[in-house]
């Protein structure tokens, strides 16, 4: 009986991490870097890269690439903690849908709510970090 009641404790409180959003990707994905600012916080680094402007947010300890001055690449390290399944997408501020592509180490969805694709690498035992592209491959 303990066990059973030990087992329904894990369960619940996987639902509950689950269900807390990290960060919401629909407030900043194709966003302005002061819009995002506005919802992550001041960035605790920013840089050029190759590609744009690179910003670093404490929040879900976030990496952002500026593409043409919007919100484009985002990294998302703060999901270590969330089991790696489809409902991490919730955790992300999304629907959570069945992905396009999946294997031991990797679940992608493509066309999420008008974000081109969505990737999630597994860690040790659980979630690593997920990774957005919104406009530009």
């Known amino acids: 009986m303990k066990q059973i009641i030990f087992a329904s404790a894990?369960?619940?409180?996987?639902?509950?991490?689950?269900?807390?959003?990290?960060?919401?990707?629909?407030?900043?994905?194709?966003?302005?870097?002061?819009?995002v600012t506005s919802y992550l916080g001041t960035p605790s680094s920013c840089g050029s890269s190759k590609y744009g402007e690179k910003c670093q947010y404490k929040k879900g300890e976030t990496e952002i690439v500026f593409i043409a001055g919007k919100a484009?690449?985002?990294?998302?390290?703060g999901v270590d903690e969330i089991p790696f399944s489809n409902a991490?997408?919730?955790t992300l501020g999304l629907e959570e849908k069945k992905p396009t592509f999946k294997?031991?180490?990797?679940?992608r969805w493509e066309g999420v709510q008008g974000i081109m694709e969505v990737s999630v690498f597994k860690?040790?035992?659980?979630?690593?970090?997920?990774?957005?592209?919104?406009?530009t491959k």
């Not at 991490?17 to 990290?22: E, F, Y």
């Not at 484009?72 to 390290?77: G, Y």
């Open 10 to 35: 894990i369960a619940v409180a996987s639902n509950i991490a689950v269900a807390d959003v990290v960060i919401d990707v629909t407030k900043i994905a194709g966003k302005s870097k002061s819009e």
């Open 72 to 77: 484009d690449w985002i990294t998302i390290e």
């Open 88 to 90: 991490i997408l919730g």
């Open 103 to 107: 294997n031991d180490f990797t679940l």
């Open 123 to 135: 860690g040790a035992s659980a979630s690593d970090y997920a990774y957005i592209k919104v406009k």
